[in-house]
């Protein structure tokens, strides 16, 4: 099983640029994607970013130009690049994980609001108007 811990969240003004972190430890199967999600407060969670085991990405149309998702194969962690902060990116970032047997892509892991095989806690961004 998988485990994962986020940190790098923060308060930080429109404009401004966060990394955050999401350590993995535990099995991980050979193609497996990650990704992040945010919840808003009285919102839906919803998908940022996701990469897949073979390095491709995927973002929000809401992110795209200003996120980046990267992933340290020998650090088992995954990052997300954030700049160019607006407010409406204030929330609770949490990371997931999905193993799969066989196939996959990073789609699901920014799609999926619920059922993945595994997330984190989640790190608090906030962006204040």
């Known amino acids: 099983q998988v485990q994962l811990v986020e940190s790098g969240g923060g308060s930080v003004q429109a404009g401004g640029s966060l990394k955050l972190s999401c350590a993995a430890s535990?099995?991980?199967?050979?193609?497996?994607?990650m990704g992040w999600f945010r919840q808003a407060a009285g919102k839906e969670r919803e998908g940022v970013a996701a990469?897949?085991?073979?390095?491709?990405?995927g973002y929000a149309d809401s992110v795209k130009g200003r996120f980046t998702i990267s992933k340290d194969n020998a650090k088992n962690t995954l990052y997300l690049q954030m700049n160019s902060l607006k407010p409406e990116d204030t929330g609770m970032y949490y990371c997931?994980?999905?193993?799969?047997?066989?196939?996959?892509?990073?789609?699901?892991?920014?799609?999926?609001?619920?059922?993945?095989?595994?997330w984190g806690q989640g790190t608090q961004v906030t962006v204040p108007s």
């Open positions: 990469v897949y085991s073979d390095g491709s990405t």
């Open positions: 997931a994980y999905e193993g799969f047997s066989y196939g996959g892509n990073w789609n699901r892991c920014l799609t999926t609001r619920n059922g993945l095989d595994a």
């Open positions: 535990g099995y991980m199967h050979r193609r497996y994607c």
